[in-house]
Nanobody, 126 residues
Framework: QLQLVESGGGLVQAGGSLRLSCAASGGTFRLYNLGWFRQAPGKEREFVAA????????IYADSVKGRFTISRDNVKNTVSLEMNSLKFEDTAVYYCAAHSGAFETMVVLRTSSGYWGQGTQVTVSS
């Protein structure tokens, strides 16, 4: 059973940067595709970024492409999300997730599938 714990959230001004981290334990981390999702108040959870078990070919939501970078460390069992040029609309609770299914399904991963962390709050002030 994989456990995921996010960290690194906080309050930042628009235009600033934050780096989120997600630490995994209790499972074979390197076998999972990993993703970041977010949920803003009053909105549904949405896909942000995902990276393959091998670390190659990450994919991003159009809204964050060019500003966010996902990476993973299969030795430290961590996945990170580097967020630059933050905007007010990036404000949300950010969740990391792990899934062993087809990589393409990460974009539509439901909370009933795979493993999810408890989330970390990111607040961007305008």
């Amino acid at each position: 059973q994989l456990q995921l714990v996010e960290s690194g959230g906080g309050l930042v001004q628009a235009g600033g940067s934050l780096r989120l981290s997600c630490a995994a334990s209790g499972g074979t981390f390197r076998l999972y595709n990993l993703g970041w999702f977010r949920q803003a108040p009053g909105k549904e959870r949405e896909f942000v970024a995902a990276i393959r078990w091998s670390g190659g070919n990450p994919i991003y939501a159009d809204s964050v492409k060019g500003r966010f970078t996902i990476s993973r460390d299969n030795v430290k069992n961590t996945v990170s999300l580097e967020m630059n040029s933050l905007k007010f609309e990036d404000t949300a609770v950010y969740y990391c997730a792990a899934h062993s299914g087809a990589f393409e399904t990460m974009v539509v991963l439901r909370t009933s599938s795979g493993y999810w962390g408890q989330g970390t709050q990111v607040t961007v002030s305008s």
